[in-house]
C-alpha cells in the first residue's frame, strides 16, 4: 500500500480499508479510515514512544514491548512509526553538549585502583553512504514537516466546523424567536380588532 500510496484517492482508501478490515476489529469502512487515520496513528505513535522510552536499555523491539494487534502491527509498519523514533547515528542534539551516557553506580565501596583507568581504544565507525543518508533524512524531515502541517489543518477544519454548527444553532434558535413573535403579533391584531367591532356593537346599541 504504501509503495503506491495517494492520500487524496479513494482507491488508495479502498485498499487500506480491505486491508485493515482483514486483521480488525476495528472495521471501517474508506471514509471512516480517512477520518480518523491520522489521531489513530498519533495514539499508535504515543504508546511506541512510551515503551522505547522506558525499555530503550533493554535491547528489544518497541512492539516486542507490548500486546500489539495484528491490525495496529500492519499500520506501524504502513507508517514506519518504529523507523521515525529511532536517532539518526553519529548525531546529536541542537544547543547541547555531547555527553557519554550515565550509569549507575551501587552503594557498596569501590576498591580504588593503584593505576590510572586506560581510555578505552576508539572504536571504528561503521562507513555510510552520506549521500544517500542525508537524502533519506531530508525526505524524512520533509514528510514529517508535511503530516505536521497536515494535521494543523484538519484540526482547524473541525474547529471550523464547530463554530459553523453553533452558528446554525444560534439562527435556529433566532428564527424560532422571530416567528413566536410573529404568531404574538397576529394575535394582538385579531384581539384588538375583535375589541374595537364590540366597542362599535355595544356603541350601536
Not at 471512516?32 to 504508546?47: F, G
Not at 523507523?83 to 548525531?91: A, D, G, R, V, Y
Not at 562507513?127 to 543518508?133: L, N, Q, R, Y
Not at 403579533?185 to 375583535?194: G, R, S, V
Request: hydrophobic fraction near 35%; proline fraction near 8%.
Amino acid at each position: 500500500i504504501v509503495a503506491r500510496r495517494s492520500l487524496g484517492t479513494a482507491k488508495y482508501w479502498n485498499a487500506v480499508a480491505n486491508e485493515l478490515n482483514a486483521l480488525g476489529p476495528p472495521i471501517h469502512n474508506r471514509n471512516e479510515w480517512k477520518e480518523i487515520w491520522y489521531d489513530y496513528c498519533d495514539t499508535l505513535k504515543d504508546q511506541l514512544v512510551d515503551n522505547y522510552v522506558k525499555n530503550k536499555d533493554t535491547g528489544k523491539y518497541p512492539w516486542d514491548l507490548t500486546n500489539f494487534t495484528p491490525l495496529e502491527k500492519r499500520v506501524i509498519d504502513m507508517m514506519c512509526l518504529v523507523k521515525s523514533l529511532q536517532p539518526i547515528p553519529n548525531t546529536r542534539a541542537w544547543g547541547l553538549p555531547h555527553m557519554s551516557p550515565v550509569k549507575l553506580v551501587s552503594n557498596e565501596v569501590q576498591p580504588q585502583l593503584s593505576q590510572p583507568p586506560v581510555p578505552p581504544e576508539p572504536q571504528p565507525q561503521p562507513e555510510m553512504d552520506t549521500t544517500v543518508g542525508c537524502v533519506r533524512n531530508r525526505r524524512h524531515r520533509y514528510r514529517s514537516l508535511a503530516e505536521l502541517q497536515l494535521l494543523e489543518l484538519r484540526k482547524l477544519a473541525k474547529v471550523n466546523r464547530k463554530l459553523y454548527l453553533l452558528k446554525q444553532k444560534e439562527l435556529k434558535v433566532k428564527n424560532k424567536q422571530l416567528l413566536l413573535m410573529k404568531q404574538r403579533l397576529k394575535m394582538d391584531i385579531e384581539i384588538a380588532q375583535k375589541r374595537l367591532e364590540w366597542d362599535r356593537e355595544m356603541a350601536e346599541v
